[in-house]
């Protein structure tokens, strides 16, 4: 899903993006994880690593700039919701197959197993869960920040972008899989 018209469509959207991610991690081994495709290319564990820590340090930003917005005396809802849509990506669809270049804050170090990155990715969405009711009390639309692939976003867009991030990620993961079970079916 591209267009989100409220904040419950953004976190349904990460609670779907997360339970794919989890059924295609489901059962996976430790060679298909490990399994490197080609050098300058990421295993499924390193990928899975990656969405951690990115998540983690979104998860950290918008706890402080919520912190900063409400110290502010941010623009406080009052029961009303900002306009809809709230998020619209398809202007960035097109921009977000490209292949990027991940911050070197961003980038894994291997070495870290697909369960403990599941672990680290479970707690950080748990404080991204625990910041909904702030969410959903301010008017968030004009706080922005820069996006290292899509320049500006507003602060709905970079709570969006997660599961678009992840969605990505699990669709590379897909696609890591498959090689890797057919190289496996080729060589028997």
């Known amino acids: 899903m591209l267009t989100f018209n409220s904040v419950a469509d953004i976190y349904d959207s990460l609670d779907r993006a997360r339970a794919r991610l989890e059924r295609t991690l489901d059962g ?11 050098p300058d290319r990421w295993t499924i564990a390193e ?42 990506f398809a202007p960035f669809a ?20 697909v369960e403990d990155s599941l672990a680290r990715l479970r707690e950080s969405s748990e404080a991204i869960r625990l910041l909904r009711p702030r969410v959903e ?15 500006q976003l507003n602060f709905y867009q970079w709570l969006a972008v997660l599961g678009i991030h992840e969605e990505r990620h699990r669709r590379q993961i897909e696609a890591l899989k498959e090689s890797i079970n057919a190289a496996a079916a080729a060589q028997d």
């Open 28 to 38: 996976l081994s430790a060679d298909e994880a490990n399994s490197r495709p080609s």
């Open 47 to 88: 990928i899975v690593e990656h969405l951690s820590l990115v998540e983690g340090q979104i998860s950290r930003l918008m706890s402080k700039i919520l912190d900063k917005v409400e110290a502010g005396g941010g623009l406080a809802l009052g029961g009303s919701a900002p306009p809809a849509p709230l998020v619209d």
């Open 94 to 113: 097109e921009r977000a197959e490209e292949k990027f270049n991940a911050p070197e804050t961003a980038r894994p170090k291997g070495g870290v197993g």
């Open 137 to 151: 009390s301010l008017d968030l639309s004009a706080t922005r920040l820069p996006h290292p692939a899509f320049g």
